[in-house]
């Protein structure tokens, strides 16, 4: 094999404990400690009550990251084997929704699994990069830059991303459609599909403005300076903003944060979640919450570039993709950057789903780390 | 395998690349919120308080109307409040609905609630309720969290002790209407629950009961609850207490002499011209009023045929009857028509031209004199006068004696009566005088008119010959309730004085119109002329405007009684003045007035209270000259 010098043989052989022992605690721990600063802030969004937020999401975090480790320790041929099965499941879970799940949140987003509301377009964010990654890990280097191999994950991609918009939920059907270009891009497809279609994505809103009605046209505006409307659709914007802004260097303090404590912030305890950490911990704690997400997010990046095959490089990349979009577009968004689409921040906000998916993914990845040494069947064709 | 490497190197350098874009998109994240929390941080700190801090005006307390002793006669009490804010609820009546689950709300405070919300502008405070007894208002307090708009408050509110003793002196006080808010900008009319004068006292001197707003700075939540409060506070300053010169025990006694009757008393001290007792029956309660009055209430209160919401004592009119006969009968000694010991014979009438004038007494009084006719109150003598006196004289006699004459004693509404004479005739009807209306005028009837308060006044200048000018209002609150005022002189030749006092004191002696009212000869004597007001005249103009109703006639067509008396005959103190619509005739006013002379002289009233609540101002009066 070609590639035995690059990638010395290590031990491939570990059992399941073994590999649960060998991953990066340090990494698992920054996790628990972000997950249970999700929990400080739901106390402090309940006005300094661990009720009613703070226990469900204390009692939620512990299970789902018993998940990821049970996910991280598991063999990793058995995720490749599950790859296309799992998008096929997704997908069934989304088209269940639109028969049976509750009506939330303006759309039939929710499968009511008793315990919590399930969003499966959650998890066809998971499910779709596996497809996608053990598509791409069959194909060599030529083939994958053949237009028309491009076919299949276009399929994959656009599945699942027109179900979602029909839900409808335009942001998490874009952000599908992003984190699987983004994968289609690293498995070596041609760069010129995305520069072009990069160069069409700027100019459409030229060419569609003058195509809008008047109250489209003054949604965008509204985004664009929430100000101009500070009761109506750029009341939650601007609300953020002077929470952000009002916390300074240091913030207001744990509890003290006016804007939240206060009411005056929408949607604290999910979506403007790090607006309140901002409020009450300033920028130094917005900083500080948005390194410890970068030092979880570039260990996927690592653990992709030293994973010795293409479909655990392609999965924690993607993966780790998919969770940075959560973490820019929430952040994004509460800052005024980006439109309000109502996509948490992983672990801090309230939710179940998110909480899962995010679990499920750095699971994944870590499943990625320990069998980095692994090399899997070229066509996929087994686990070997 | 060639192709595994390039397939690596490929994706190795685009997940650089997209790591570095990651990175990138962070570090505009980063530059975003420090451009926020740092170089804008200034600007949304303000914003912040903006936002949580609430100037609010407190209200100040109204000032208090004390009687002349300093006992409230319009007072201030805690009461407990709910309050609506239209904009932060969701539907108004869908929110009531909720809190009559709480509380127990009338139909008619349910609909002043939505038609005040739907008036106002959203942001303002509507008050549900007031009067919220303290367990009601803990529990609201506990339940309305999840209602948002809806707070429970405390503070203070009017509350008339003596209920309708004082109504028609005070007044009251209501939620300032929407005309009201036009005249006003000040923002304390928008104070939920702030109430402003509507009638009496309470109206008149609305500007310095009322006080001035203080402001204070609260935290508030996004549905505007207060949170807390952030020092400091600037206090309201309560309005200025009103001093009036009404002796409450005297009031409350000539209220509950009068008891059902439909009357107007008034009581004056000679001395100084303290108003003592204003009373008006039948009255109102003005707590009614300050919570606003459901319709019924209200039309049963205007409909009432003998006016319960008419100061009869400043804003009725009537002919004074017998009670102007001294008035008449000086002028014209001082004319010298006649001298006290003029006789004329009364045969019962008195023909003039092809018209009988007729004594009140049918078989006549005989050959009186002066003395003789005012203690029996014989018509037939002042026919006589009036045919030897102008009407003018007689007219400016009435005058000097306040009658036709507007006093301002604060209370809105005081009427002028009317003394007739030559030039009056003319301009409102265009013709000349005639001596039959001299011999009508010359008894009190005809067009003059009077009211209590006035007759009050002309019995006070009758017994101390002096400008008695009435007061109810005390000047910025320095007083000293014993002193006397040093009035003018009416000038009237001290013989005359006497002989009209003697007269007087003869009404009440053997013969006297008002014998069967004497007092015993070891109490204090008191002088006085009763007068009987015939009103089937005006009954009859009554009747064709439909405002009376054909079972009130029989009623309503009784005369009214009059009596103006004053005592004690030595050092006169006292003044009062007795009217009772439809009471039968002069003799039952008698009674009453002077039931009200003896409970005044008892407890010298105006000097001291009667019960020894307030003991310094007590001691304070004693030393003066009645004592």
Not at chain 1, 134 to 150: C, E, I, P, T
Request: net charge positive.
């Amino acid at each position: 094999m070609g590639s035995a010098r690059m990638f010395a043989p290590r031990r491939t052989d570990k059992n399941w404990w073994q590999r649960l022992l060998g991953l990066n605690w340090f990494i698992i721990l920054l996790i628990l400690i972000l997950g249970g600063f999700g929990v400080a802030m739901q106390y402090s969004v309940a006005g300094g009550s661990f009720e009613p937020w703070a226990r469900i999401h204390l009692i939620r975090l512990l299970p789902t990251m018993l998940l990821m480790l049970v996910i991280a320790a598991t063999d990793i041929r058995i995720w490749f084997a599950l790859a296309y099965p799992a998008w096929i499941g997704g997908l069934a879970l989304l088209l269940a929704v639109e028969l049976i799940g509750a009506t939330g949140m303006g759309g039939q987003r929710w499968l009511d699994l008793g315990i919590a509301r399930l969003q499966p377009s959650e998890l066809m964010k998971v499910a779709t990069i596996l497809a996608l990654a053990r598509y791409f890990h069959g194909l060599d280097f030529y083939q994958s830059r053949r237009l028309f191999n491009l076919l299949p994950p276009l399929f994959l991609i656009a599945v699942p991303v027109l179900v979602v918009i029909r839900q409808p939920d335009l942001g998490t059907g874009l952000m599908i459609f992003a984190v699987g270009a983004i994968t289609i891009f690293m498995a070596g497809a041609r760069s010129y599909i995305f520069w072009s279609g990069g160069a069409v994505l700027a100019i459409t809103p030229w060419v569609i403005w003058p195509m809008l009605r008047d109250y489209q046209r003054d949604r965008i505006l509204t985004f664009l300076n929430p100000e101009s409307d500070p009761l109506g659709a750029g009341y939650q914007i601007t609300q953020s903003k002077i929470a952000l802004g009002s916390g300074g260097m240091s913030g207001k303090g744990f509890l003290q944060g006016t804007q939240s404590q206060l009411n005056f912030l929408p949607e604290m305890k999910t979506d403007f979640i790090f607006t309140v950490v901002v409020e009450e911990f300033g920028m130094l704690g917005g900083f500080a919450l948005l390194g410890v997400c970068l030092i979880i997010l570039g260990y996927g990046i690592l653990i992709g570039l030293g994973c010795r095959n293409q479909f655990g490089r392609l999965l924690s990349v993607g993966l780790s993709f998919t969770l940075f979009m959560y973490i820019f577009i929430n952040v994004g968004m509460v800052m005024g950057l980006l439109p309000v689409v109502g996509v948490p921040f992983p672990l801090v906000s309230y939710g179940g789903s998110a909480m899962i998916t995010f679990m499920i993914a750095y699971g994944l990845i870590l499943s990625v780390a320990s069998h980095r040494d692994v090399s899997l069947a070229p066509k996929g064709s087994g686990l070997g | 395998m060639a192709k595994e490497g390039l397939r690596y190197t490929l994706f190795s350098r685009r997940a650089l690349l997209v790591a570095g874009l990651q990175g990138l998109a962070i570090t505009i994240l980063g530059g975003r919120l420090y451009y926020l929390s740092i170089v804008q941080g200034a600007k949304y700190r303000l914003r912040a308080d903006e936002n949580r801090i609430s100037t609010r005006l407190l209200s100040p307390e109204r000032g208090r109307i004390l009687d002349r002793f300093g006992s409230a006669i319009a007072d201030n009490r805690r009461d407990f409040q709910v309050y609506l804010i239209p904009e932060q609820t969701g539907k108004v009546s869908q929110t009531l609905a909720k809190i009559s689950k709480m509380i127990k709300l009338q139909p008619h405070q349910i609909a002043r609630v939505e038609e005040q919300a739907s008036r106002q502008r959203k942001f303002i405070p509507v008050q549900i309720t007031d009067g919220l007894n303290w367990q009601d208002f803990s529990r609201l307090n506990a339940e309305v969290a999840d209602l948002p708009g809806v707070y429970p408050d405390e503070g203070m509110i009017r509350y008339y002790p003596h209920g309708q003793e004082f109504a028609h002196i005070v007044g009251y006080v209501a939620a300032p209407r929407a005309e009201d808010l036009d005249i006003s900008k000040d923002p304390l009319l928008l104070l939920p629950g702030f109430k402003i004068g509507r009638q009496g006292l309470e109206k008149r001197f609305e500007d310095t009961l009322q006080g001035s707003a203080g402001r204070k700075r609260v935290e508030v939540n996004a549905v505007g609850r207060e949170v807390r409060e952030l020092p400091p506070r600037q206090e309201a300053s309560e309005g200025t207490d009103l001093r009036v010169t009404l002796d409450s025990d005297l009031q409350k006694y000539v209220n509950k002499r009068l008891g059902e009757e439909a009357a107007g008393v008034v009581v004056i001290d000679i001395t100084n011209g303290d108003v003592l007792a204003l009373a008006s029956t039948p009255s109102y309660d003005p707590n009614d009023f300050i919570g606003g009055m459901s319709r019924e209430n209200w039309q049963s209160l205007l409909n009432d045929p003998r006016k319960p919401l008419l100061n009869k004592c400043t804003g009725g009119q009537f002919p004074p009857g017998s009670t102007v006969k001294m008035l008449v009968a000086l002028a014209a000694l001082e004319k010298g028509l006649i001298k006290p010991n003029t006789r004329f014979t009364c045969e019962g009438k008195h023909e003039l031209g092809d018209h009988t004038f007729h004594c009140w007494q049918r078989k006549g009084h005989g050959a009186v004199d002066l003395k003789t006719a005012i203690a029996r109150s014989c018509d037939v003598y002042f026919y006589h006068i009036a045919e030897l006196l102008d009407i003018d004289d007689l007219a400016k006699s009435a005058r000097r004696f306040g009658l036709g004459v507007k006093y301002d004693i604060g209370i809105d509404g005081e009427r002028r009566g009317l003394v007739p004479d030559r030039g009056w005739k003319l301009a409102t009807q265009g013709e000349k005088w005639q001596l039959g209306e001299t011999l009508n005028v010359s008894i009190g009837q005809g067009a003059m008119l009077a009211t209590p308060l006035q007759l009050a006044v002309m019995m006070a200048r009758l017994a101390s010959g002096n400008m008695v000018e009435p007061r109810l209002i005390f000047n910025e609150g320095k007083l000293d309730i014993s002193k006397s005022v040093q009035f003018q002189s009416l000038g009237i030749a001290p013989q005359y004085m006497d002989f009209l006092h003697q007269a007087m004191a003869g009404v009440m002696r053997p013969q006297g119109t008002a014998y069967d009212v004497r007092r015993p000869k070891s109490a204090p004597q008191l002088a006085g002329k009763t007068g009987t007001a015939q009103v089937r005249r005006i009954t009859m103009e009554e009747r064709e405007k439909g405002v009376l109703k054909n079972e009130d006639i029989a009623w309503a067509s009784r005369d009214h009684g009059v009596f103006v008396g004053y005592g004690p005959v030595v050092d006169s103190r006292y003044a009062v003045a007795v009217l009772m619509q439809h009471g039968g005739g002069g003799r039952a006013a008698a009674a009453v007035g002077r039931d009200i002379l003896d409970f005044a002289i008892a407890n010298q009233s105006g000097l001291q209270p009667k019960k020894q609540g307030s003991a310094a101002l007590n001691s304070a009066a004693t030393g003066g000259q009645y004592g």
